[in-house]
């Protein structure tokens, strides 16, 4: 069975930062494409970053481009989000997922930036 496990959300007033994890099991983390996506009120589903667990790849959304770090610990099944320089724009619910768009996720960490 597929567990994505999001936390470490939290508030944090704008220019702070936070780490996001994500613990999986059910499935092999090593080889995978992975991604997280996030979701403000109101709106749609949006790509954050995305890493490839096997090479360490890594792309980003040009809006967290240079502010946020995606990572993954293979030997521990987990990918993390370092969120840096945090804007209020970035408050949203945080999901790690198996896709791009999000059909495949956890139940999110809430993130509020505010101050």
């Known amino acids: 069975q597929v567990q994505l496990v999001e936390s470490g959300g939290g508030l944090v007033q704008p220019g702070g930062s936070l780490r996001l994890s994500c613990v999986t099991s059910?499935?092999?983390?090593?080889?995978?494409?992975m991604y997280w996506v996030r979701q403000a009120p109101g709106k749609e589903i949006e790509w954050v970053a995305t890493?490839?667990?096997?090479?360490?790849?890594?792309y980003y959304a040009d809006s967290v481009k240079g502010r946020f770090t995606v990572s993954s610990d293979n030997a521990k099944n987990t990918m993390y989000l370092q969120m840096d320089s945090l804007k209020s724009e970035d408050t949203a619910v945080y999901y790690c997922?198996?896709?791009?768009?999000?059909?495949?996720r956890g139940q999110g960490t809430q993130v509020t930036v505010s101050s």
């Open positions: 997922a198996r896709d791009r768009v999000g059909n495949s």
């Open positions: 059910g499935f092999t983390f090593s080889d995978r494409w």
């Open positions: 890493i490839y667990n096997y090479r360490g790849y890594t």
